[in-house]
């Protein structure tokens, strides 16, 4: 590694010093995020993972990436969170199935690969796998001058889990009369915002100033709230085996794109929008781009990060296992009989 070095390479805008000395700043982040699975170490062709005892495995994955929020973390230069929304993005798809991930891979495109920004976005991508309690085996780092600015980069990555054949989470059991419960979100979590940036006009404005109706944060700083991750109270639900029917989680496309996704035809989810627990941020959106209400309920989470359906029997039951799990999650509606896989009324 010391001798492998092309002058004409650099001259062509890509360092691959700075590529061995940014895996030399990021070791000690994914070192946090090792579990007993991992076979590998950083710097092989491809990351090992022991697969372990599950009687019937099945595999499920996710990849996705942080998108234009991205465009908040350059203008704050703060680079130290995108990580975890990346990871939060995948796991909370893989988790939908009742799979608990096992390992993660990143992948970071740079115009100019600064060592030390890579090892904070990875800081953020570590600590999204600690929560997510899965193991960060690998990654690609990507220097294209020309392709991106110097000072921004593109994150994207891909996560692994497993669920027991007979344990994968379907809709087929849902009545009418299970219950619809919301575990709230952190903020915006990474998706609509093509639509922030351009309500805010934030490459123009004042992101950096507090403002009162956040609760005294600044408005990038609300912005870059990293994305909740929901793997542990998740895990929690199916280790006490309350009877899920389906888990939604709430991204791009909002309640109408996503709830729908886990309702079986013939019936549909019931929402009592009284009984969303709205955040300011979405308030700040709506009043700011005079978004009429409808739209905010199909691009934005609204407050909610994931819903949950269970058996009506089981509400209080999955409730208080979600409370212990440091999520105050409430009820905020139900399933019906229906043609029309979601209402908001």
């Known amino acids: 590694m010391e001798k492998s070095f092309s002058e004409s390479y650099k001259a062509a805008g890509v360092d691959i010093t700075a590529g061995y000395r940014a895996v030399e700043l990021m070791k000690g982040h994914i070192k946090r995020t090792m579990t007993d699975g991992v076979c590998s170490d950083i710097g092989g062709f491809g990351g090992l993972f022991a697969l372990g005892k599950v009687k019937n495995p099945v595999l499920v994955s996710g990849t996705d990436g942080v998108g234009t929020k991205l465009k908040i973390a350059f203008l704050m230069d703060k680079h130290n969170t995108v990580g975890i929304d990346c990871v939060a993005m995948c796991v909370n798809d893989v988790i939908c199935s009742g799979a608990k991930p096992l390992f993660f891979l990143d992948y970071i495109a740079v115009g100019k690969n600064v060592p030390e920004r890579v090892a904070s976005i990875v800081e953020g991508v570590a600590e999204g796998c600690v929560q997510a309690g899965c193991a ?3 990654g690609e780092t990507a220097e294209m001058p020309g392709f991106y600015p110097v000072d921004e980069y593109d994150l994207a990555g891909f996560a692994v889990g497993v669920v027991d054949k007979k344990k994968i989470l379907d809709n087929k059991k849902m009545q009418a009369g299970d219950v619809v419960i919301a575990i709230p979100s952190t903020g915006v979590h990474s998706n609509g915002f093509s639509l922030v940036r351009k309500v805010f006009d934030v490459e123009k404005a004042d992101i950096k100033t507090p403002i009162e109706a956040l609760g005294g ?14 793997v542990k109270a998740i895990m929690s639900l199916l280790e006490k085996k309350v009877n899920i029917r389906a888990i939604s989680h709430i991204t791009g496309g909002g309640f109408y794109e996503n709830i729908p996704r886990s309702i079986p035809d013939g019936f549909g989810a019931k929402i009592e929008k009284s009984a969303v627990r709205i955040l300011p941020i979405f308030d700040l959106i709506a009043k700011t781009g005079n978004i009429a209400e409808r739209d905010m309920f199909n691009t934005f989470n609204m407050g909610v990060g994931m819903s949950v359906v269970v058996k009506k029997e089981d509400a209080d039951k999955a409730l208080n296992i979600l409370k212990l799990a440091g999520e105050d999650a409430y009820i905020m509606g139900e399933i019906v009989k229906s043609d029309s896989k979601i209402e908001l009324c």
């Open 136 to 138: 960060l085996i690998g």
């Open 217 to 230: 944060k600044s408005l990038g700083e609300t912005l870059l709230t990293p994305t909740k991750i929901y």
